[in-house]
């Protein structure tokens, strides 16, 4: 096996053992650094104008500055923003330093370019990724510096989509199985499907032995299971848990 397929098995196998979109996230950051690339960013593309809130709840991976991204959310900058103006007429990856060039309003590019570079977000890469529903979803690369090559950035397009295939999958599965786990009753039966008894789940999570047995059982109805056991097999199953 060549060392560079050697690399995309070692990604696959990394990614197959993640379980949260922020282990997801460290797995595509690891592979980016290697690029100079330090920051990450993956939403579905808005095609129209839409409430803040529904433009938030499009974001699927985010690890740019938390300011950054809060002005740009406040400021609505997504329909002023270049890439995503570059984005809606662009099927392969891009720089942004690219989409800069190409956009005719000037000072939209002045307005992005400037604010994002005070937050290290110099340039970055684009991978756009439609899925079959006719969705466009951008998995962004920022970094502080200029990039260089676009052939050697172009080992993210495998990731990118591996990525946002996993984190897809792993949502529909939440969605098809979890029937309105909460977070608490979700997080003890993660400890849980790790071996942990409930007392150690009761230390990790700060609170009461009886309580995590409370938010198991819950877990494990919602499930339909019959035990502990039971539901975290049904977890594994379906692949709530790994």
Known sequence: MSDR???TVHFIEAMEQTRTAA????CLLRLAAGFGLTGLFA???P???APLAEL?????FQR????WIDRYSTEGYVFRDPIIQYLLHERAPFTWRKAYKRCSQRSNVSLIRGESTEFGLRDGYVVPIYTTDGEIVSLSFGGPEILSSLDDLSVLNFAASYALGRHLHRLAAWQRVSKNLTPREW???LWAG?????????AILGISTSTVTKHIMAAREKLGAVSKAHAIATAIRTKLLR
């Open 43 to 45: 939403g579905i593309v």
């Open 56 to 60: 938030r709840s499009r974001i699927l």
């Open 47 to 49: 095609t129209r104008p």
């Open 64 to 67: 740019f500055p938390a300011q």
């Open 194 to 202: 790790e071996g942990k008894t409930n007392w150690e789940i009761s």
């Open 187 to 189: 997080d003890c039966l």
């Open 23 to 26: 282990e997801i996230e460290d």
């Open 5 to 7: 397929l050697s690399q």
